[in-house]
């Protein structure tokens, strides 16, 4: 019976020292629950997501030169999650960060000067601007003709920079700073879904000294702006980026863009948006009760873009747009010294001028802008494209108001949306359908007296008739070709009628869309359902006004340069494009990479393209063209163009060309407003023609 009690007792002793252990463990924890309230718990701890940006593709040329790239920059902003509610402490955190970023924060705040100097800025009343402050005044519920003193001592009480006796809150020499921001985030109707961005771009020495300062609210993000590399080329190509636009909102949202998004808002930075935008991430935050960050980490890991490489060679493009600008100017330059040299001819001493008529004007005197646009006639891949005047793509935002209203708006893309009348150039078109059809043949002949008789009503004039008095003879479709004979084309095209005569030019892509991946106009094809389109009878004299490429006929300059590529390549034509391929980001692995596309097939004998292929040769080597081309290295092929654009103004000219003559790789087309004539529009197309080739002059 001992025996037993005493095993018993062993095992109670160490129960009893357990237990009591435990009740001390207990009554440590009670213990540090009230007397240290400072530790945490887990009900302490804040969990917040925040959107991380992805980075965008970059673009590049055919030949991997980067065009677009990403340039990473640090801005400080404001968090509303963290910031201050009180105004003291809001105003007073303001006024510690502009201390340290030793300026004042870029806004749209409209009064400038000191506290006691405040004036008003001078608006331009119809700036969104000034629009924006309208709206503030209204939201204040201040009449719109608020004085700038009665807005400044309002904002004064509305942020409490200032106490019911007078005292100002913040320093005075950082009041009016600190008032701008506190407006600018009312402005930008700043709240946790919208943080504001107060500063950026900053320095790394400014970055170091926010975060030492540890304020409320304010954080450092990163940010990615678009750096163009060729800033001054491919304006119209490359397009921009920017905020979700209103006309675009609902299309994006849809999308489950933010609204915050950047996306690309024109040329190719908009048409393939779908593989430049990236993914954005989201962040996991966890905070204590102080704000601190505890922990973070990825809940959903952001993906880059995809980097977009065009068909454009930028070297090419460079001269492209170079050569166009030259060209513009040497037709004035010449223009002017040749009507400045007759002046003084027909100028007596006494400086009166004997015969005004012996003057020359519009011979391109007025010259103004044009386009030019470079394809392959076998892929339908544009390897330059180029509208003057243009535009600088790094400083489009601060040019923004000046491109407005500047001279022939550089903004408006000629090559694309630009249509001008085809003049002589749309006889190629012609020439093929009657071949094709059997209107004529190779050795077809006609008489060209001059002047067209057919109609007793309408009687138009050959060119050389009215320059010289004099016809151009006996003529076939290549001599009518080489000269540009309107007479041949007249009875061609009367023969052929309108209806077979669109039938075939549409199939070559004449008013027809090219299918390009940015906006372009159609164009149009002159006949009776246009006319009709515009209450306009359809009279048998427009059909061989139309022949010559007059009447309602017009097309862009890409769509001159798909035509002839249709023709030369025996009638595949192909949808133009910008795009070469999709890579991943940074590693150059192909994603996706675009093939030639047929957008229909024309029916060309290899007899019909060989006849009308040598009458372009003849028109490069003793034609129209020859006085820019007969000298050239290589075969080549082309057809001059003009068309009036009016009584008082020089006629455009136009350009198009091919190369080399046997396997033609190239097509251009150069249209100048206001050239005065063709020819000269040639220069353009040689520059490029000769960058092509390697050939040096």
Known sequence: MRKNSRYHFRYILPTLLFVLVCICFAARIIYLQINAPELQTSSELTVRTVAVKAVRGEIYDRNGIKLVANSYSYNVMLDANTFPKSNSEKNQTLSTLIDILGNTPDTQFPVINGYKEAEYKDFDTNSSEYNGFMKMLDKFKLPRNTSCED????????????????????????????????????????NSLSPVTIEKNISMATLTAVEEASLDGVKISKSVDRVYNYPKYAAHIIGRTGKIQAADLEYYTEKGYPMDAIVGIDGIEKAYEEYLRGIDGTLVIVEDKNKNIVDEYYKKQPVAGND?????????????????????????EKADATIKEETEKYTDANGNIIDASKIPQYIGEDV?????????????????????????????LQDYSSLLTADNNPLFNRALMG??????????????????YGVINRYTTMYDSGVYKYYPDFQPECWVYKSHGYGHGTVNVISAIQH??????????????????????KKLGLGESTGIELPE??????????????????????????AIGQSDNTFSPLQISMYLSTMINGGNRYRAHLLHSVREFGT??????????????????????????????????????????????????????????????????????????????????????????????????????????????
């Open 308 to 332: 977009v490489y065009l068909t454009i060679d930028i070297n090419m493009q460079i001269v492209a747009e170079d050569a166009l600008d030259y060209n513009i100017k040497y037709i004035k």
């Open 151 to 190: 807005l400044v001592s309002f904002l004064l009480k509305r942020y409490e920079l200032v106490d019911k006796n007078g005292k100002l809150s913040v320093n005075e020499e950082m009041l009016m700073s600190v008032m701008a921001v506190r407006y600018e985030c009312e402005r930008l109707s700043f």
């Open 419 to 436: 249509t001008y009348e085809p003049g002589s150039t749309f006889k190629i078109g012609v020439a093929a359908a009657a071949l094709e």
């Open 484 to 505: 540009s004979c309107n007479y041949f084309f007249y009875e061609t095209g009367r023969l052929l009628t309108i209806e077979r005569m669109n039938e075939f030019c």
């Open 588 to 697: 150059n692995k192909i994603i996706y990479e675009e093939q030639p596309e047929t957008l229909n097939t024309v029916e060309l004998s290899a007899e019909t393209v060989n006849t009308i292929k040598t009458g372009m040769k003849s028109v490069m080597e003793n034609g129209t063209a020859a006085p820019v081309f007969s000298d050239y290295p290589i075969e080549i092929g082309g057809k001059t163009g003009t068309a009036q654009v009016g009584s008082k103004k020089s006629n455009n000219g136009i350009f198009m060309a091919f190369a080399p003559y046997d396997n033609p790789e190239i097509v251009a087309s150069c249209i100048i407003e206001q050239a005065g004539g063709s020819n000269d529009c040639g220069l353009t197309i040689r520059k490029m023609f000769n960058y092509h080739f390697n050939i040096i002059e």
């Open 368 to 396: 103004t802008s044009g386009a030019v646009t470079l394809v392959n006639p076998n892929t339908g891949e544009i390897y330059a494209m180029a509208s003057n005047p243009t535009y600088n793509l790094s400083t489009y």
């Open 521 to 546: 106009s159609n164009g149009i094809l002159a006949g009776p359902a246009y006319s009709s389109s515009i209450n306009k009878q359809w009279m048998p004299g427009d059909t061989v006004q139309s």
